[in-house]
């Protein structure tokens, strides 16, 4: 068996950080409420290319999908919702909170051309799963120019 320890905590420490430069992304857009620059809940998401097309994934308990908005433009992916805290309690006492509450946006760069007018969507047991397919890559496609020779 394979010792991977200093390789996984460097993932670990990466994937930590991509977390925290992605919620300062959000920081920066003026469309989030005052509740979500607050940091109450940021969903966690993993986005996964096959051959067929983009299965994005995000974990969202708690968020009934009726009130859930997903929304496809200029490229980007956007979440927004509010994910409900489930202590029924007026003022309850906590010992420990990790999890968080209230409204959220989570914005996702679709860095792969995709059909979202044949994106399929569907929320089971707190896990969002959206699946887009590939559409082919027309403008970024490496073309070869043949060159010939010119008159003398």
Do not use: W
């Not at 968020?63 to 994910?83: A, Q, T």
């Amino acid at each position: 068996m394979t010792d991977f320890g200093p390789y996984l905590e460097f993932v670990r420490i990466q994937t930590e950080m991509n977390k925290l430069f992605e919620s300062l992304q959000e920081l920066r857009d003026p469309d989030i409420g005052a509740e979500a620059r607050a940091g109450v809940f940021v969903p966690n998401v993993d986005i996964c290319e096959t051959e067929e097309g983009l299965v994005v994934e995000a974990e969202l308990p708690g968020v009934d999908p009726e009130s859930l908005i997903v929304k496809v433009g200029d490229g980007n992916l956007s979440l927004e919702g509010v994910k409900l805290n489930l202590c029924h309690d007026e003022a309850p006492t906590f010992f420990r909170r990790d999890r968080g509450c209230g409204p959220f946006r989570r914005i996702i760069p679709l860095n792969v051309p995709v059909n979202t007018h044949r994106a399929e969507a569907s929320l089971d047991h707190g896990l969002l799963r959206i699946h887009f397919p590939k559409v082919p890559n027309k403008r970024g496609e490496a073309v070869q120019i043949p060159v010939r020779a010119g008159k003398d």
